[in-house]
């Protein structure tokens, strides 16, 4: 099990960046898939980025695609999500998910996947 907590959130203007990190303990991540969700008010949890184990392979949600960049450093066990041009509706809570993979360099998109989950981490974009 990984056990994995968000950070970085907080309250910034539209057009303006943040960058989100997520902590790993416990197993070590270079074993895991990992990946950045959000839920917005009265919406379900929705896939923002995904990252293989290796960091090789990264997937996006088309909403944030050319503006957010998900990366990985293994020796320190994190997690980023660089946002960039953030836009109003890119406010929610954010959240870290961690799923181990033993079998290879795995993407995984879907939430039900995913095993081990932050507490999230509120960003808020003004207009």
């Known amino acids: 099990q990984v056990h994995v907590v968000e950070s970085g959130g907080g309250l910034v203007q539209a057009g303006g960046s943040l960058r989100l990190s997520c902590a790993a303990s416990?197993?070590?991540?270079?074993?895991?898939?990992m990946a950045w969700f959000r839920q917005a008010p009265g919406k379900e949890r929705e896939f923002v980025a995904a990252?293989?184990?290796?960091?090789?392979?990264?997937r996006y949600a088309e909403s944030v695609k050319g503006r957010f960049t998900i990366s990985r450093d293994n020796a320190k066990n994190t997690v980023y999500l660089q946002m960039n041009s953030l836009k109003p509706e890119d406010t929610a809570v954010y959240y870290c998910?961690?799923?181990?993979?033993?079998?290879?360099?795995?993407?995984?998109?879907?939430?039900?996947?995913?095993?081990?989950w932050g507490q999230g981490t509120q960003v808020t974009v003004s207009s």
């Open positions: 998910a961690a799923k181990i993979t033993p079998l290879g360099d795995i993407i995984f998109t879907s939430p039900a996947l995913f095993g081990s």
């Open positions: 416990g197993r070590t991540i270079s074993m895991a898939a």
């Open positions: 990252i293989t184990r290796s960091g090789r392979i990264t």
